[in-house]
């Protein structure tokens, strides 16, 4: 069986990775840009800006663990749709600036509590980023993190103009023409990612568990990127 590190090192794609992680897959041989909280990247047509996250952070390999530099989150704009990846992160008012800079249509917030923010939180961060829609993420993929979306659902609708959108495992959720974002557990040392492509026509949000941390934007090319959340 191969190890994590020759699995990434045969992998063809291109990885997007805070300072510190990129430095880490490029000595193992994997090709990776390197970027920091406040900058952006073009690539493809897609726009990334990585924002601050409140969390830890580190990368597990057969050889031990490392750090792995400050959490993020990121901000990807893309055929007119900008959508909030929070990634694993409390609550924090920087939000409300990230809001105000990159006006979000789309914000995907945890809510599990424990490791991240609860639903009491996520309530107060959905109103600090301002999206129309918001997509509930890390939670009930085990006990310590389980958290009933319904409750968030009606009382952030109540009481703030903001659609909760609550996907299953599979499900898709169509947003405007050109883009196509999913849920899908993709299992590397570095445990969020962003592959990259195109498909013209469809804008989608699909959960394989509604729980899991990677997004995927697909659009029609060949050329894919990796980038870390």
């Excluded at 390999?61 to 993020?72: L, N, Q, T």
């Excluded at 990846?85 to 409300?96: E, I, N, V, Y």
């Excluded at 050109?178 to 590397?188: E, L, R």
């Amino acid at each position: 069986m191969r190890t994590i590190s020759e699995k990434l090192s045969h992998s063809k794609e291109k990885r997007l990775r805070f300072g510190e992680v990129a430095h880490y897959l490029r000595e193992r041989g994997v090709p990776a840009e390197s970027m920091n909280i406040g900058g952006t990247i073009e690539l493809d047509g897609v726009s990334f800006t990585m924002t601050p996250a409140v969390h830890s952070s580190r990368i597990e390999d057969e050889s031990g663990s490392f750090d792995g530099g400050a959490a993020a989150g990121f901000v990807i704009r893309m055929d007119g749709v900008s959508v909030y990846h929070a990634g694993d992160t409390a609550l924090f008012s920087d939000m409300k600036l990230i809001g105000e800079l990159c006006h979000p249509d789309i914000a995907l917030i945890p809510i599990g509590g424990r490791y991240t923010m609860g639903t009491d939180a996520a309530m107060m961060a959905a109103q600090f980023i301002g999206a129309k829609t918001v997509v509930p993420i890390h939670y009930n993929t085990w006990d310590r993190i389980a958290a009933d979306p319904l409750p968030f659902k009606k009382a952030l609708e109540r009481t703030a103009d903001i659609s909760v959108r609550i996907l299953k495992p599979g499900e898709s959720m169509d947003c405007s023409p050109g883009t196509v974002i999913f849920f899908s557990h993709i299992p590397t040392a570095v445990k969020m990612s962003l592959l990259l492509g195109c498909n013209p026509g469809k804008t989608s949000l699909r959960s394989h568990n509604p729980a899991d941390k990677p997004v995927v934007i697909s659009r029609e090319d060949p050329a894919t990127l990796w980038g870390s959340i």
